[in-house]
């Protein structure tokens, strides 16, 4: 998706008399809005780009943007216009475009006569894990970030997938669990605080397992797998009930939406996310780390 010049020429107004009344609308000075006929716009943000802007591209979601320009160069932003990087590019490269969630990057090349395709992949390394449940090594080589959600049924099929990949590697990877519960999985929030709860009386790996494994997650249901793990019900009510189980979710949600998370479930590998969900992809992901760390 990219987009065009947009041209409004008013033929019918200029013909039928009182319609010309409904003249363009010069912006005011230094306010960048305006109105020609029935169309009515304001710009929304700007940002200063380096070189000059040959064509741009962006993703569906206006997550990412990318922009090339004439210095061999494509820039890309998110949607804020922060900077993420860049990718260097042939000479003659004259067009770009992406997929819907910006993943593949596609270049036209006037000068070769080449059409390219660039997988892209970005490297989130600034995601807060303090105090986030975890198992393996503290010292691991190689830290896998989930962000996910007991209800969802696609976090629920991965799950055999993420303890594959831990058993096989568990004394080179450290897991760390990051709570992301989706507004239309009613039951995904209170599970979550129910997890943090049971963490604080150190049951929190089973109570995990036990709520992914549920057959039908429910009050009853989240109640029944903390007396079956012995845990000090008092206790557990009330740090479920705390404000400092629902603040753990919240950060943890804010934390996601920083790292450009917008679902469940995903996955960083050393800040790199697999892109696909097998066996074979997350242990390349995970060897390519452990040789860049010697290990």
């Not at 096989?168 to 943090?196: Q, S, T, Y």
């Not at 494994?213 to 557990?236: C, P, R, V, W």
Request: aromatic share 8%; charged share 25%.
């Amino acid at each position: 998706m990219r987009y065009l010049p947009f041209f409004v020429v008013s033929i019918f107004a200029l013909l039928c008399g009182p319609l010309a009344a409904i003249a363009a609308a010069p912006p005011a000075a230094g306010d960048k809005a305006g109105r020609d006929g029935g169309v009515e716009w304001r710009q929304a943000q700007e940002w200063k780009t380096e070189g000059r802007p040959l064509d741009m591209a962006h993703s569906l979601d206006g997550r990412l943007v990318y922009i090339l320009n004439d210095r061999n160069q494509v820039l890309v932003y998110n949607g804020n216009g922060k900077l993420l990087g860049k990718v260097a590019v042939e000479a003659g490269v004259n067009a770009i475009d992406t997929q819907p969630y910006g993943d593949t990057l596609y270049l036209t090349n006037k000068r070769t006569g080449t059409f390219t395709t660039l997988s892209v992949n970005f490297i989130t390394d600034n995601i807060d894990i303090s105090g986030a449940p975890s198992k393996g090594p503290a010292n691991a080589p190689v830290t896998i970030i989930v962000f996910t959600d007991f209800q969802c049924p696609y976090c629920i099929q991965l799950e055999p997938l993420l303890n594959e990949v831990f058993e096989k590697n568990k004394d080179r990877v450290k897991m760390v669990f990051k709570n992301f519960p989706l507004p239309m999985h009613p039951m995904a929030e209170p599970a979550h605080r129910a997890a943090w709860a049971a963490n604080q009386q150190g049951k929190f790996w089973e109570f995990h397992d036990r709520l992914f494994k549920s057959s039908q997650l429910n009050n009853e249901s989240i109640e029944t797998t903390a007396k079956d793990l012995g845990l000090n019900m008092d206790q557990f009510k009330a740090d479920m009930a705390s404000a400092a189980a629902k603040e753990r979710i919240t950060k943890d949600i804010a934390d996601g939406e920083n790292a450009q998370v917008t679902g469940t479930p995903t996955v960083f590998i050393n800040g790199r996310k697999p892109q696909q969900r097998t066996l074979e992809s997350y242990q390349r992901m995970i060897d390519d780390e452990l040789v860049k760390s010697g290990k």
